[in-house]
């Protein structure tokens, strides 16, 4: 059975830095292209980053430049650090793993952890 668990978030000032990971264990991480999603109150889920298991990495256009997302396949963990934090990247930001982008694949959550950037 696939967990995956988050740490990190928290409140942080506008303009700060934030580290969170996700570490996924039950299956072969290698397996999953893991990704960081969020959502806003009122909003709809969206993908922050999301990164394949050879290290291609794509970023929603709201953090890229501002965000980096890298994976360790020893360790089982992916990893999102954002900074230049602005109050509207507040959010539940939750991992992600899949197996793929098709219709079949396997799809995993994390429970989500809270961001709030203060103004």
């Known amino acids: 059975q696939v967990q995956l668990v988050e740490s990190g978030g928290g409140l942080v000032e506008s303009g700060g830095s934030l580290r969170l990971s996700c570490v996924l264990s039950g299956s072969p991480f290698s397996a999953y292209v893991m990704g960081w999603y969020r959502q806003a109150p009122g909003k709809e889920r969206e993908l922050v980053a999301h990164?394949?298991?050879?290290?291609?990495?794509k970023y929603a256009d709201s953090v890229k430049g501002r965000s980096t997302i890298f994976r360790d396949n020893a360790q089982n963990t992916v990893t999102l650090e954002m900074n230049s934090l602005k109050p509207e990247d507040t959010a539940v930001y939750y991992c992600?793993?899949?197996?793929?982008?098709?219709?079949?694949?396997?799809?995993?959550w994390g429970q989500g952890t809270q961001v709030t950037v203060s103004s």
């Open positions: 992600n793993a899949r197996t793929s982008f098709s219709v079949e694949a396997s799809i995993y």
């Open positions: 990164i394949f298991s050879g290290g291609r990495t």
